[in-house]
């Protein structure tokens, strides 16, 4: 028996945001309907459990211009809707929804604000962020190895003005130094 995984929800007028939270999903299958019917599937874990998502949407959809973006930890389905209205709810059986199903208060607006410019909005189009050099862990390592040559640099910069006069010694001295910081960061 397949299991559900936690599912969360937001919407515009044109647009609904689907986010199924499933880290390390495999063999995922995503079929969405101009209808409204929505299926996912796929395996995670060393086990492979099967998780499975089937309901039928509030109303029709456009499913050309509907994506989906696979993640490590999630899969974003962003399903546009055929007419710009405001859903009541994301399906069309009324009553309380699947206890997996949540509101993605992270992406919600309310109908009144969205014709606001908001900063917040998660709705960043066809932009490529993989173009964007936004840092990562590598990056830590070397503010560290900067960070102990500020450190170590300023104090054999003063001694080599009070006591000593060969700089040449002074900077290999440091470069030693940070790339000793660097070693016991990394390990």
């Given at each position: 028996?397949?299991?559900?995984?936690?599912?969360?929800?937001?919407?515009?007028?044109?647009?609904?945001?689907?986010?199924?939270?499933?880290?390390?999903?495999?063999?995922?299958?995503?079929?969405?309907?101009?209808?409204?019917?929505?299926?996912?599937?796929?395996?995670?874990?060393a086990d492979n459990i099967p998780y499975e998502i089937d309901f039928e949407l509030f109303d029709k959809v456009n499913?050309?211009?509907?994506?989906?973006?696979?993640?490590?930890?999630?899969?974003?389905?962003?399903?546009?809707?055929?007419?710009?209205?405001?859903?009541?709810?994301?399906?069309?059986?009324?009553?309380?929804?699947?206890?997996?199903?949540?509101?993605?208060?992270?992406?919600?607006?309310?109908?009144?604000?969205?014709?606001?410019?908001?900063?917040?909005?998660?709705?960043?189009?066809?932009?490529?962020?993989?173009?964007?050099?936004?840092?990562?862990?590598?990056?830590?390592?070397?503010?560290?190895?900067?960070?102990?040559?500020?450190?170590?640099?300023?104090?054999?910069?003063?001694?080599?003005?009070?006591?000593?006069?060969?700089?040449?010694?002074?900077?290999?001295?440091?470069?030693?130094?940070?790339?000793?910081?660097?070693?016991?960061?990394?390990?």
């Open positions: 028996m397949s299991r559900h995984p936690t599912t969360k929800w937001a919407q515009r007028s044109d647009k609904a945001y689907i986010t199924i939270e499933l880290p390390d999903a495999k063999d995922v299958k995503l079929n969405l309907q101009p209808d409204g019917h929505f299926y996912f599937y796929a395996t995670s874990g499913v050309e211009e509907s994506r989906a973006a696979i993640g490590l930890r999630n899969i974003c389905y962003l399903v546009k809707k055929a007419e710009k209205k405001w859903w009541s709810r994301l399906l069309k059986k009324e009553g309380r929804p699947p206890v997996f199903l949540k509101v993605d208060w992270d992406k919600w607006i309310d109908e009144d604000d969205e014709n606001e410019n908001r900063f917040g909005d998660t709705d960043f189009g066809d932009m490529d962020f993989s173009k964007l050099d936004m840092g990562g862990a590598d990056d830590e390592l070397e503010d560290d190895a900067a960070d102990a040559f500020d450190r170590d640099g300023d104090d054999e910069m003063e001694e080599t003005k009070a006591g000593s006069s060969n700089v040449e010694e002074s900077k290999e001295e440091v470069a030693q130094a940070a790339a000793t910081h660097e070693s016991e960061a990394k390990a």
